[in-house]
Nanobody, 120 residues
Framework: VQLQASGGGLVQAGGSLRLSCAAS????????MGWYRQAPGKQRELVAI???????NYEDSKRGRFTISRDNAKNTVYLQMNTTKPEDTAVYYC???????????????WGKGTQVTVSS
């Protein structure tokens, strides 16, 4: 399973960005898809997760500003970021918990990350 994230860039505070992450390769099943972020000097933290059944969990500070969604047919997860703040500046990583083969096991797969910079 390979993940390719896109959509990062530079945005002014208060602006919007939409991140995408598409999975390719052999995929038998997906348990959940999610976004994490890591700011300089900080640990990687959860942004949002969406399960294959559609349940969504947001980290509290992102609730109301960020929206996660998915397209199961395209094995793609999205993150709509609105009302961005300078503290949203980070490298954003997509994560899939997926099973590559029918006889395999669920494992975590990560994209390489996409930089989001919010200027004040």
């Amino acid at each position: 399973v390979q993940l390719q994230a896109s959509g990062g860039g530079l945005v002014q505070a208060g602006g919007s960005l939409r991140l995408s992450c598409a999975a390719s390769g052999s995929i038998y099943a997906i348990n959940h898809m999610g976004w994490y972020r890591q700011a300089p000097g900080k640990q990687r933290e959860l942004v949002a997760i969406i399960t294959s059944g559609g349940s969504i969990n947001y980290e509290d500070s992102k609730r109301g500003r960020f929206t996660i969604s998915r397209d199961n047919a395209k094995n793609t997860v999205y993150l709509q970021m609105n009302t961005t703040k300078p503290e949203d500046t980070a490298v954003y990583y997509c994560n899939f918990r997926a099973q590559a083969q029918a006889m395999g096991v669920m494992a975590d797969y990560w994209g390489k990350g996409t930089q989001v910079t919010v200027s004040s």
